[in-house]
């Protein structure tokens, strides 16, 4: 298995770009999330999803978007770049079932907006 | 809302010491804490998950406890290592999938 995967790992965009940060997984896991990562402020969930089809709001979702239409992929798109942006985002993904909710993480995506 | 907090928040040990990180939240209506390792540049790496009815879990020389009614779980590493240097974070889950983590404990083990 790889388990989670993020492309890419680095990404510069400048202020008003918009993209896509790409996320999947091949654990057949239910559950699967959006955080991001700042200094001092720790990591902040941004989206997540029980299964495809259903997507929620986190805590800082304003100025991304989520679909989930297979189990797989859930990809996290930014709109319209701001600097306030600048980050790494972490997927991450859950079986879901039962008692057991252990977080897989995917290695991270870095970006900055200029 | 709940918030998590981690103390101490950077700690350097020699090597072979036994030591201990501290996580604290304020709702204690958690359903699973799990602890996770970081190394500089990477992402997470879980280490233990504690569901909600249990009291500790234990893997190799690591060990977690905890304590709901006090809203409180250790981390306790036996014998540190250099290579347990990274930063340390719990996060709480308090309806089985989304978590609200705390900002982390830098440890260093110096050979």
């Known amino acids: 298995n790889a388990g989670v995967t993020q492309t890419p790992k680095f990404q510069v965009l400048k202020t008003g770009q918009s993209m896509t940060l790409q996320c999947a997984q091949d654990m057949n896991h239910e559950y699967m999330s959006w955080y991001r990562q700042d200094p001092g402020m720790g990591l902040r969930l941004i989206h997540y999803s029980v299964g495809a089809g259903i997507t929620d709001q986190g805590e800082v979702p304003n100025g991304y978007n989520v679909s989930r239409s297979t189990t797989e992929d859930f990809p996290l798109r930014l709109l319209s770049a701001a600097p306030s942006q600048t980050s790494v985002y972490f997927c991450?993904?859950?079986?879901?079932?039962?008692?057991?909710?252990?977080?897989?993480f995917g290695p991270g995506t870095r970006l900055t907006v200029t | 809302k709940q918030e998590v907090t981690q103390i101490p928040a950077a700690l350097s040990v020699p090597e072979g010491e036994n030591l201990v990180l501290n996580c604290s939240f304020t709702?204690?209506?958690?359903?699973?804490l799990q602890w996770f390792r970081q190394d500089p540049g990477k992402g997470l790496t879980s280490l233990l998950l504690i569901q909600s009815s249990q009291r500790e879990q234990t893997s190799g020389r690591l060990n977690a406890s905890l304590d709901k009614s006090s809203g409180r779980s250790t981390l306790y590493i036996a014998a540190s290592q250099p290579g347990d240097s990274a930063t340390y974070l719990c996060?709480?889950?308090?309806?089985?999938?989304?978590?609200?983590f705390g900002p982390g404990t830098r440890l260093s083990v110096l050979p």
């Open positions: 991450a993904s859950s079986y879901g079932g039962g008692s057991s909710y252990e977080q897989y």
């Open positions: 709702d204690s209506a958690i359903y699973n």
């Open positions: 996060a709480v889950s308090d309806y089985g999938q989304n978590f609200v």
